[in-house]
């Protein structure tokens, strides 16, 4: 029996992106991504969009190692960002600022209310400013935002399209891991509409915080005086505001419930 059945899971939900979380030092990378992939699909009768496992660092209130449902490594979520803090507020210490380690870089966030489930988070720089992007895809020519908000993102204004969301994940312009598709509506105003075809998923999520992100630095990048965008996503609405290249991401996030996971037939 693995390491990790048995083990006490919350499931958690970011605006509609869901993940586990588990407080675990145990395991090597093949064996947290196998336990991750299957516990995140419908094993146990419903899929969620990513497995989080949290443990102690010096310097940090936690680190964390974060999987897609698909079993791939993911460096950053906004959304999972939002949920790991207030799991720690929650279920470890009653303190409302946290800062946690990432594969993308240390992250904080702030407990706005913690009973209502407003949580901020001071997201990873952006380091190298998005650009625009023209994808060359069954010959026909797609033209978007590219950034990196913690992973890669290219942008389309234009309604949303699952096949064309599809072939461009996965093609070559974007190097061998590919890149989160997002597509985005918004005007002179500052409401934005996003919906994102996350890697790792391989489909659109209610919500993605780096979606969200990504797709108002375009916004920004075309409306530089908007310091503050509201993002409407299917599961929520986001708020992200601007300091200098560090997005700060305001959202919900709730704790679903808890759960013991057993392998079958043990």
Request: proline share 3%; glycine share 8%.
């Amino acid at each position: 029996m693995s390491l990790f059945y048995g083990s006490s899971l919350t499931r958690m939900s970011g605006a509609g992106n869901t993940f586990f979380i588990l407080v675990s030092e145990e395991g090597t990378k093949e064996e947290r991504a196998n336990f991750a992939k299957r516990v995140c699909n419908d094993y146990i009768g419903f899929n969620t969009d990513g497995f989080l496992f949290m443990q102690k660092k010096t310097g940090y209130d936690l680190a964390w190692d974060f999987y897609n449902s698909d079993g791939s490594s993911a460096e950053m979520c906004g959304n999972a960002a939002r949920c790991a803090a207030l799991y720690f507020h929650q279920k470890v210490k009653a303190q409302d600022s946290i800062s946690f380690l990432t594969a993308a870089g240390e992250v904080t966030a702030q407990v706005l209310d913690a009973e209502q489930g407003a949580i901020q988070v001071r997201m990873p720089e952006i380091k190298k400013p998005g650009i625009a992007k023209e994808v060359e895809i069954a010959g026909k020519k797609v033209r978007g935002f590219f950034v990196n908000t913690g992973v890669p993102h290219f942008v389309i204004q234009s309604d949303p399209n699952q096949q064309l969301a599809q072939a461009l994940r996965k093609t070559d312009a974007f190097g061998p891991a590919g890149a989160n598709i997002t597509f985005t509506e918004f005007d002179e105003s500052d409401f934005i509409q996003a919906v994102t075809f996350e890697r790792g998923v391989e489909n659109f999520t209610l919500a993605c915080g780096t979606g969200a992100v990504a797709a108002a630095n375009f916004h920004h990048a075309c409306f530089p005086d908007i310091l503050i965008q509201s993002i409407e996503m299917p599961g929520g609405l986001l708020q992200v505001e601007w300091q200098k290249q560090i997005p700060i991401l305001t959202g919900p996030a709730e704790m679903q419930f808890d759960l013991q996971f057993y392998k079958e037939n043990s």
